[in-house]
């Protein structure tokens, strides 16, 4: 019995310090690499709202354009749809993996939402990216896929197993 709590907290320990160096390399990519040390480039409202797009999937639509007219690559146009998916998918997976009040499917979307928000409103607001519907559709879309793997039969139980409070023992 004690190897098995010994094994459990190990375990623990490796999925939860793979969450925070996970956190950690999301911090640097989206904040830490773009923070503008120069003055503030918004000289006026039209510079501030060409950044902003509300209009579901036309960043893909741009990128069709650019690509049948030759002004971007195909890789690059595929590269940044399929890494805003693939860039939250480990959040969808790790937070109804290790909290268990947020299990739900509802709840660990909303928080992811909330996450990308925060993202999303701290790289337009200090003049990092943009504010991009899209990055929302595509983050979130990643999302449910990492969750969607919590609900595998065998990582459901590994994750009941390791993550469920209320054990005896401990």
Not at 47 to 55: A, E, S, T, W
Not at 100 to 113: D, E, N, V, Y
Request: net charge positive.
């Amino acid at each position: 019995m004690e190897a098995h709590l010994i094994m459990r907290r190990t375990i623990k320990v490796c999925v939860w310090s793979l969450f925070v160096i996970y956190c950690i390399v999301l911090l640097y990519v989206f904040i830490l690499t773009r923070i503008n040390t120069h003055t503030h480039p918004y000289e006026n409202v039209s510079d501030f709202l060409v950044r902003i797009n509300l209009i579901p999937f036309r960043t893909v639509y741009e990128y069709i354009d650019k690509i049948i007219n030759n002004r971007i690559n195909v890789d690059t146009a595929i590269a940044n749809l399929i890494g805003n998916i693939i860039v939250f998918l480990p959040m969808g997976a790790f937070l109804p993996f290790i909290f268990q009040k947020i299990r739900s499917f509802k709840k660990t979307i909303l928080t992811i939402f909330l996450i990308v928000l925060g993202i999303e409103l701290t790289e337009i607001i200090f003049a990092m990216g943009a504010f991009d519907i899209d990055d929302f559709i595509f983050n979130l879309g990643g999302a449910m896929i990492g969750y969607s793997i919590t609900l595998i039969p065998f990582v459901a139980k590994i994750r009941n197993r390791i993550f469920t409070t209320g054990d005896q023992g401990e």
